[in-house]
């Protein structure tokens, strides 16, 4: 079955820490995106991916770094610098980046302050 | 800029009653429009979009959108409502254009209640 896997389902973050959040893909879609979930606020864009070993910040990149380095996987570190990192977190993939077609979403990572 | 507007917050319906969930949107030229739904702690899932042609969309789980280009609005629909239709819904738009990215703009969601 093809899908977006995210891990892990829930994370801490203590005070001054980087925090990984993992997103892998098998529909071999070309782009790839983060959004972050706030209640009341929609959803957030925060990096994109269009192809391998490219990415631009989307419009709440403070705080946040990604890389692309392999076409299924798209990490998303949530640094010291986010000070306020409590948030759902979402990572979609699309097939292509300008393609009408729908963006497929994993089922989410929920970070919170220890 | 292109936006979204979800002006519910929330929607009750009892079961078995039709249901409407309103969006209106912001874009210059035209839209690709859709409509995603979210049960707690889980992602998105795709129900329908439109794209040109016909303003009736069907999709999926007996939804539908009827999108009016002159009121800007792609409203999401459904003749008799279920109970397991209650989650949150959300709209967005993004302008049909050939060049360069074009973010997916999410409305602010609208939750679904459906009372038995």
């Known amino acids: 079955d093809g899908g977006i896997t995210q891990s892990p389902k829930y994370l801490f973050r203590k005070e001054g820490q980087n925090v990984t959040l993992s997103c892998e893909q098998n529909?071999?879609?070309?782009?790839m995106y983060w959004y972050r979930q706030d209640p009341g606020q929609g959803l957030r864009l925060i990096y994109y991916?269009?192809?391998?070993?490219?990415?631009q910040k989307g419009d709440i990149a403070e705080g946040y770094s990604v890389s692309r380095e392999k076409k299924e996987s798209f990490p998303l570190t949530v640094t010291s610098a986010q000070k306020n990192p409590t948030a759902f977190y979402l990572c979609?993939?699309?097939?292509?980046?300008?393609?009408?077609?729908?963006?497929?979403f994993g089922d989410g990572t929920r970070l919170s302050i220890l | 800029a292109q936006s979204v507007a979800q002006p519910e917050d929330q929607v009750n319906v009892a079961e078995g009653n039709p249901l409407t969930v309103k969006c209106t949107y912001s874009?210059?030229?035209?839209?690709?429009l859709f409509w995603y739904v979210q049960y707690p702690n889980r992602g998105l899932q795709f129900l329908l979009k439109?794209?040109?042609?016909?303003?009736l969309v069907k999709g999926s789980y007996g939804f539908e959108a009827e999108f009016n280009k002159s009121q800007t609005s792609f409203h999401l629909k459904k003749p008799s409502a279920l109970v397991s239709d209650s989650a949150l819904y959300f709209c967005?738009?993004?302008?049909?254009?050939?060049?360069?990215?074009?973010?997916?703009?999410f409305g602010t969601g609208t939750r679904l209640l459906v009372s038995p």
């Open positions: 991916s269009q192809i391998v070993n490219d990415f």
């Open positions: 967005a738009v993004r302008p049909l254009r050939n060049t360069g990215f074009q973010k997916l703009v």
């Open positions: 439109y794209i040109t042609g016909d303003n």
């Open positions: 874009v210059s030229g035209n839209p690709y």
């Open positions: 979609a993939s699309s097939i292509r980046r300008d393609s009408n077609q729908p963006q497929h």
């Open positions: 529909l071999n879609h070309d782009a």
